[in-house]
């Protein structure tokens, strides 16, 4: 036996080393045992001592035992046993070594290997290429035999070039290796067409990578996917190049059944056979903390799947131990458009959470920095944040560890908001820069930020770390400043310089691509009158919802801009034509046909008329491109308002010809140039005048009496008209008094009130003082409005006819029947008259009866103003028979050339003195 002060001087020896010491006696049994060996054993020391050691160990021989350890299972354990002499008595020292974790270790790496050999060389579909930079084939798997026809002893050794590569590409392989050996940059992944054994074409998507062997030595390696396989295995296989050729998954939503890659059981341990095809087979396996989670990301994924899923969660290896897994996948609509399938990849990350642990522990470092501090994996996921970061998001670190960035908008990897970010990091660079991101209330703010890579230590980047600064005020101070240098301050839209550049732009492509695009001048259509009716207040609110519905319509990548009033741009690139302009534009049409709403909710339809020119038919240049759309928008404005048109050449001489003629009309007004024909309304049974209907006359200087059709249009669309009209009711008024100094009996006399005129404020007003300074009374005057300009606000055109009509004044509705009245609306106007389109009257020529279409129309207009109490006023007889016609159908009141054509005031007059006197009916005299 041991004596005790031995046993004591050996405790002391062995009391605090690292390792299990043992000390036996000669037959086997533990005399004393230290505490790296309770450990070891996992039993107390009173167990192990005086127990047998049970272990066959060679004195000096180094020896390796497996202890079974009563909570880690099997413990693998380097033994060296020494004999030694201790006072007389042969003992045995037994020196133990754990070495579980190195023995599991090296297997897992053994298993790896073996794993990685058998994934190349038994990947289904990818043909997988090894060869050096000179070409010659060191890697040839079973896949690429059946792609390319050669067996591996036939590819091996010989040159890629020459096996498979066309003699078409063989220059630009050659190009991509020698980039390679100067650069170190491999091929561009993408579709090419290579070489079968037999000479037949074969069509693949090839992705490159290199691998350093050894100093000098880089290798390339192409994982080619043929392309003619079934769409299936394509999107299969697709995934398995994004997913760095790691375990596939693909679930069909509908049936719950779930294909898994042998790759995909290989990381939990399993064998191909062992796993079955449900989805039942993923779930079970999750650590219980992480299915629920897991479960509930899924749904929420389906649910509303943006983006690609993506989830990390630990799953039970088939040795009864966790796995990190990273799980990401992308969801395929079948052909009704609903979710079919989720595809995708999982990626064995426990590595990666051992090292995050320790980012974490080092985080604590800048905790307290007066900056933002960011720190993501590779794959973008945050896995640090802090204080500061807290403080300026809103966040709680714990709502945003794991999230990727870029749902946080944070601009770290993962966001694409600057492609150079991540061109500078994957080359290892830093990148600094401005992010707009979103704080957890939703609030947009700025932040400069520099991003660099992390690495271990073989260089790897592992991790990116962001330091930012909040620079929201300064940034907004700066971007509205820059917004208004080229915004329209009330709608928002481009101003004339931001249009002018995009143009300079839009023309350059266009001239580099050879496309067409196209400018268009558009301007609302009596958009004036509003303005002046309503007020500036309203017609800025319809400017805005103008502004809105034309960015609603147009085409992505179109530009609308303001210049100024109620003149809008719009630049239409690219178009393939220029008809291809017409849809956009009938489109525009359309939508404009919806009301707007004034500040009193009441509706208003509001027109445009637009000009188009295009590049390159009608100029290069972006001024004058705007200038040719303005000048085909005035065409399109004479050409009856609401419409389109492109410009020609002619337009120009034409627009010359409008400012002209605009500019006369201006100076013609100062020199009493305009005066007043009038053309009688008679009773059709008698012939007796019942009315007169005053018409402006231009008696120009030098181009002498001017069509009325040349100037009118003209005044309404400049405006002109608005000076224009008081001047005709005064001069009307005017001669009703010189008739009546001369002795005649004045009949009433119908002057002609523009939609400007119109909808003009206080037109009443106007009206009453010029009446009270001519002393005129108001039954002498009748306003003839058009039906259209009744229309266009039914409400206002109520009240404003109502207050003429309690003043005496006669209203009579023009051109009826070439609008489209409500006859609800229409009972509801104060009106005395409705007067018959000429064009209904003029169509029925001699013979009414010919002409059923528009006598039907006539005896419409005429049963309608007999219903409604009106008197019915036809416009254009020209011929007896309209007369009879009329006659026979209940319409009393006519006018026409078969009665006068319009005359001069000391015409008129020689039939006003006893207002009976009939006027000749003959067809040549009234045509005289």
């Not at 990390?312 to 990190?324: L, Q």
């Not at 991540?422 to 704080?439: A, I």
């Not at 004479?638 to 337009?651: S, V």
Request: charged residues 25%.
């Amino acid at each position: 036996m041991m004596r005790g002060a031995g046993l004591q001087h050996f405790r002391q020896m062995v009391e605090e080393a690292s390792d299990a010491i043992l000390l036996l006696d000669r037959t086997g049994i533990i005399r004393y045992a230290n505490a790296a060996a309770a450990r070891l054993f996992g039993h107390p020391l009173e167990t192990l001592q005086g127990h047998e050691f049970g272990f066959v160990v060679v004195p000096e021989e180094p020896t390796e035992i497996q202890i079974p350890h009563p909570l880690r299972g099997v413990v693998a354990a380097d033994v060296r046993t020494v004999p030694m002499d201790m006072q007389g008595e042969p003992v045995w020292v037994v020196y133990l070594r754990d070495v579980t974790d190195r023995k599991r270790a090296e297997q897992a790496t053994r298993e790896n290997e073996v794993i990685f050999q058998h994934l190349l060389q038994e990947v289904p579909d990818i043909a997988i290429l090894g060869y050096h930079l000179d070409g010659t084939v060191f890697y040839w798997n079973r896949a690429s035999e059946r792609v390319f026809g050669y067996s591996a002893e036939e590819a091996l050794q010989g040159n890629l070039l020459a096996l498979i590569v066309p003699e078409n590409l063989r220059g630009e392989m050659e190009e991509n290796l020698r980039g390679m050996r100067a650069e170190g940059t491999p091929p561009e992944s993408g579709p090419l067409t290579l070489r079968h054994k037999t000479g037949h074409p074969v069509e693949i998507y090839c992705a490159h990578a290199a691998l350093e062997y050894g100093p000098g030595d880089t290798r390339l390696f192409c994982m080619g996917v043929d392309l003619t396989e079934k769409q299936r295995d394509q999107l299969r296989l697709r995934e398995a190049i994004r997913a760095g050729n790691i375990g596939l998954f693909d679930w069909d939503l509908r049936t719950d059944k779930v294909f898994y890659s042998r790759e995909w059981k290989a990381q939990l341990g399993y064998e191909d056979w062992e796993i079955g095809d449900d989805f039942s087979e993923w779930r079970s396996r999750l650590h219980p903390d992480d299915l629920g989670p897991a479960q509930r990301k899924v749904e929420a994924f389906l649910a509303h799947p943006e983006g690609r899923f993506v989830n990390e969660a630990r799953m039970r290896h088939k040795d009864g131990s966790y796995r990190w897994i990273l799980a990401q996948g992308s969801l395929i609509r079948g052909a009704d458009g609903h979710p079919a399938r989720l595809l995708g990849s999982h990626l064995d990350i426990t590595q990666r959470h051992v090292t995050e642990e320790s980012l974490q522990r080092l985080a604590f470092a800048v905790d307290q920095s007066p900056s933002i501090v960011v720190i993501t994996d590779t794959a973008g996921l945050i896995r640090y944040v802090n204080r500061q970061f807290c403080h300026i998001t809103g966040y709680e670190e714990s709502e945003v560890v794991g999230m990727n960035a870029q749902r946080l908008g944070s601009g770290l990897p993962g966001d694409d908001k600057d492609p150079g970010l991540f061109e500078k990091l994957s080359r290892g660079g830093t990148w600094e820069g401005q992010f707009k991101n979103r704080r957890k209330n939703g609030e947009i703010y700025w932040e400069r930020a520099r991003i660099y890579p992390i690495r271990d230590g073989q260089g790897h980047i592992t991790h990116y770390i962001k330091l930012a600064e909040d620079i929201t005020d300064r940034k907004h101070l700066s971007d509205r400043l820059d917004y208004l240098a080229f915004h329209d301050p009330l709608t928002g839209l481009a101003n004339r310089d931001l249009f002018l550049d995009r143009l300079g732009q839009a023309l350059a492509v266009a001239r580099r691509d050879d496309h067409v695009l196209a400018v268009g001048l558009l301007d609302l259509d009596d958009f004036k009158v509003v303005n002046d009716s309503l007020g500036h207040e309203q017609g800025d609110r319809l400017l805005v919802q103008v502004a809105r519905r034309l960015r609603v319509h147009l085409r992505e990548g179109d530009t609308v801009a303001r210049f100024g009033g109620d003149e809008f741009v719009l630049l239409l690139s690219p178009l393939e034509r220029p008809q291809d302009v017409i849809p956009v534009v009938e489109h525009l049409q359309q939508a404009f046909a919806e009301p707007f709403l004034l500040g009193d909710n009441s509706p208003m339809v509001l027109g445009f008329s637009i000009g188009i020119a295009v590049f390159p038919q009608d100029s290069d240049r972006a001024e004058e491109l705007i200038r040719h759309a303005d000048a085909a928008m005035y065409r399109a404005k004479n050409q009856g308002r609401h419409n389109y048109n492109f410009y020609t050449r002619e337009l120009d001489t034409q627009l010359h010809e409008r400012m002209t003629v605009d500019q006369a009309m201006r100076r013609g007004l100062e020199n009493h140039e305009f005066l007043l024909h009038f053309q009688p309304r008679v009773e059709l049974a008698s012939g007796r005048i019942h009315s007169l209907e005053a018409l402006v006359r231009w008696q120009h200087p030098e181009w002498g009496l001017v069509s009325p059709g040349r100037f009118i249009p003209l005044a309404e669309e400049t405006g002109f008209i608005l000076a224009l009209g008081p001047e005709i009711l005064r001069q009307v008024c005017q001669q009703i008094r010189a008739w009546e100094a001369a002795g005649l009996e004045a009949p009433p006399v119908a002057v002609n009130l523009s939609g400007r005129e119109f909808q003009q404020k206080g037109l009443v007003e106007r009206t009453l003082e010029t009446l009270k300074e001519t002393g005129v009374e108001p039954g002498h005057i009748e306003f003839e409005i058009t039906e259209s300009a009744a229309m266009r606000s039914v409400e206002r055109t109520i009240r404003i006819l109502s207050r003429m009509h309690e003043q005496g004044f006669h209203i009579s509705i023009d051109d009826f029947g070439t609008a489209y009245s409500s006859l609800n609306y229409l009972k509801r106007l104060p009106v005395q008259a409705i007067k018959i389109d000429q064009s209904f009257v003029m169509d029925l020529g001699d013979d009414p009866d010919a002409h059923p279409e528009d006598a039907a129309i006539v005896r419409a207009i005429i049963g309608l103003g007999e219903t409604l109490g009106l008197e019915v006023i036809a416009e254009g007889v020209e011929t007896a028979a309209q007369q009879r016609f009329l006659l026979a159908h209940g319409c009393r009141i006519g006018q026409g050339f078969l009665f006068s054509r319009p005359q001069p005031a000391e015409v008129i007059a020689q039939y006003l003195p006893s207002r009976t006197k009939a006027i000749a009916t003959q067809a040549s005299r009234g045509r005289s």
